[in-house]
């Protein structure tokens, strides 16, 4: 980031962080929890023990980090090094992220510049000549309904097949996804083989067709709509009908087992959710904290009550209306607090802080001095 382009979202952020504290969720036992950070022109900072909010608010205010991470893990010593930390717990967590979704809505939003210079460019840069470049996906209401389609078919999953009806909290990720805590005492207790395993059957990833009523011998006992977990849901969204039962009954017979596991396999992406495993089996993880600005739009990790009403463009908006001048080569128009703003083919332009924020954290557009 450019001098004025950081020292543009520190101002951004200390402002938001003094005047809006209360938006910072305080995790329950802080002084066991990892935190980490880091600034615009660093690395990223760990193993950090704070005791209380007002060691964080000092934290924000004096660093004014550009990214904010804690543990879903408490620990008894959460400053040593990983190996040493002594590991208690680890609330279970979720990402699903719209750039893991196939959309075929991306390459319309998703926008390519120089690195160095932000020009907008696919090739070498025909400014500074630069061959480095960028990509950056632009505000897209369809990415996050379908981001948010994922979450609400992984609560009903959480809730139904494991009993999981208490303590989900879901989280806009401040950029193009979300994130869903599980707030559980039992399953915080989960190690990383048994997460794995969680994550498979989440995803609906590894499924034997045994599950799904099929054996090697051939005889077939196909799931009912009516029966719980992926049975149930296979049954009402492959089989369909009673047609469709009969149908896939005499492909089995006739294709066997083999072809109907390699079917079964190729169902992963469409019947699963779409979550980063990766995420979910780490145990010693941090995790940006809610509340707390996503360095890379300038919006705000916050809570998603309702994921059918949400509109991450208005409620995570955190930054002021106050006008900026910017300098902006954002190809893609987007929509935030209602307004439209852009395509901007590099102008000079006058927007409120929240829109400039986004685009200079995006690479998209600069403050001008
Ligand atoms: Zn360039
Ligand atoms: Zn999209």
Same mark, same amino acid.
């Given at each position: 980031m450019r001098p004025p382009d950081a020292s543009f979202i520190r101002r951004c952020m200390k402002r938001y962080y003094f005047e809006r504290?209360?938006?910072?969720?305080l995790p329950s036992d802080m002084p066991k929890r990892e935190f980490g950070f880091r600034r615009a022109d660093s690395g990223m900072v760990r193993h950090l023990q704070l005791?209380?909010?007002a060691d964080l608010r000092v934290l924000l205010l004096q660093a004014v980090p550009l990214e904010v991470y804690v543990s879903n893990a408490r620990y008894l010593l959460p400053s040593q090094p990983i190996p040493e930390k002594v590991w208690e717990d680890a609330h279970l967590i979720f990402d699903i992220d719209a750039k893991d979704l196939d959309l075929e809505c991306r390459p319309s939003h998703t926008v390519a510049s120089c690195e160095r210079c932000g020009h907008g460019t696919s090739g070498p840069c025909e400014r500074c000549g630069h061959r480095g470049i960028r990509k950056t996906s632009?505000?897209?209401?369809?990415?996050?309904?379908?981001?948010?389609?994922?979450?609400?078919?992984?609560?009903?999953?959480?809730?139904?097949?494991?009993?999981? !009806?208490?303590?989900?909290?879901?989280?806009?990720?401040g950029n193009e996804g979300f994130h869903v805590h599980v707030h559980d005492e039992q399953l915080a207790r989960l190690g990383a083989a048994e997460r794995v395993e969680l994550a498979d059957y989440v995803a609906f990833r590894g499924m034997l067709p045994e599950r799904l009523g099929v054996a090697r011998d051939g005889a077939s006992s196909l799931p009912r709509p009516s029966e719980g977990g992926w049975r149930g849901r296979f049954a009402r969204e492959v089989l369909g009908s009673k047609a469709g039962r009969s149908r896939t009954a005499r492909e089995i017979s006739s294709g066997g087992y083999d072809a109907f596991a390699r079917r079964v396999e190729?169902?992963?992406s469409g019947l699963g959710v779409r979550i980063?495993?990766?995420?979910?089996?780490?145990?010693?993880?941090?995790? !940006?904290?809610?509340?707390?600005?996503?360095?890379?739009?300038?919006?705000?990790?916050?809570?998603?009550?309702?994921?059918? !009403?949400?509109?991450?463009?208005?409620?995570?908006?955190?930054?002021?209306?106050e006008p900026v001048h910017i300098r902006a080569s954002c190809p893609v128009s987007f929509r935030m607090m209602k307004r439209r703003f852009g395509p901007y083919a590099n102008e000079y332009v006058r927007v409120p802080a929240y829109a400039a924020a986004y685009m200079v954290c995006k690479g998209l557009a600069h403050v001008v001095e």
């Open positions: 504290f209360d938006m910072i969720e005791h209380d909010s632009v505000a897209c209401p369809s990415c996050m309904r379908a981001a948010g389609d994922q979450a609400d078919r992984l609560l009903d999953i959480l809730a139904d097949d494991l009993g999981v !009806r208490e303590g989900v909290r879901v989280y806009f990720s190729g169902m992963t980063d495993p990766g995420v979910t089996m780490d145990v010693h993880r941090i995790f !940006r904290m809610p509340g707390t600005v996503n360095g890379k739009s300038g919006m705000a990790k916050v809570p998603c009550a309702d994921l059918k !009403r949400f509109d991450p463009y208005v409620s995570a908006v955190v930054f002021s209306d």
